[in-house]
């Protein structure tokens, strides 16, 4: 069966520090890794998509996969009030039809 | 561009009552479609997934059916709501062949 985990939180960051979200999942034919931003009351944002191992830069997001130790994470660095939200980690197992498979999310709050 | 719309947005409905949520995509033609649905404390579900007219996917068995009957519109539907039904349903398309997810606005049920 297809698991995707991910620490519920609340991670709580200071404003203006790295924050660290984790990921793993469990299907070692897992192509590709995506993270997604969802305010509350609102739909999945996608902020992040990563398909090959090591580094991927966005802006103040960096996504970083090691398919050896099935881990993905997200680095938000000089973290702001409006980074605040839940972050969803989701897995494609190749293929695209059938959809990605989310983790439960980690909910972040930045501290003013 | 691309755009996905759902609605409607919000709805209370007894328990027992039929439903029918309605989602479109604009800008592409031939999307895979998607409902995925996340009720209270819990991640995202994926409910039914469609390739093309007509063809619908369960990955869960449940009191839902789903529809497509147009190549870029897709419906779910129940008969008889349970208090389960309760949730965040999200209609998505999936990009080929990078495989992104985009959620459209997503209608929130509740059953009383």
């Known amino acids: 069966q297809k698991e995707v985990e991910q620490n519920s939180g609340p991670l709580s960051v200071p404003e203006g520090a790295i924050a660290s979200l984790n990921c793993t999942y469990s299907d070692r034919v897992s192509q590709s890794f995506f993270w997604y931003r969802q305010y509350s009351g609102k739909s999945p944002e996608l902020i992040m998509s990563?398909?090959?191992?090591g580094d991927k830069e966005d802006g103040r997001f960096t996504a970083q996969l090691n398919k050896a130790s099935q881990y993905v994470s997200l680095l938000i660095r000089d973290s702001q009030p409006s980074d605040s939200a839940t972050y969803l980690c989701?897995?494609?197992f190749g293929g695209g039809a059938d959809g990605l498979t989310f983790g439960k999310g980690t909910h972040l709050i930045i501290q003013p | 561009s691309q755009t996905i719309h759902q609605w409607p947005a919000t709805l209370v409905q007894p328990v027992g009552s039929p439903l029918s949520l309605e989602c479109t995509v604009e800008g592409t033609s031939n999307p895979n479609l998607y409902w995925y649905r996340q009720a209270a404390g819990r991640g995202l579900q994926l409910l039914f997934y469609s390739v093309g007219i007509g063809q619908i996917s369960s990955e869960v068995p449940q009191n839902l059916s789903a529809s497509r009957p147009q190549d870029r519109q897709f419906i779910l539907s129940s008969k008889k709501l349970l208090l389960s039904d309760s949730g965040f349903y999200l209609c998505?398309?999936?990009?080929?062949?990078?495989?992104?997810?985009?959620f459209g606005e997503g209608s929130r049920l509740t059953v009383l």
């Open positions: 998505a398309w999936i990009t080929d062949p990078r495989g992104e997810l985009f």
């Open positions: 989701a897995v494609g």
């Open positions: 990563i398909y090959s191992n």
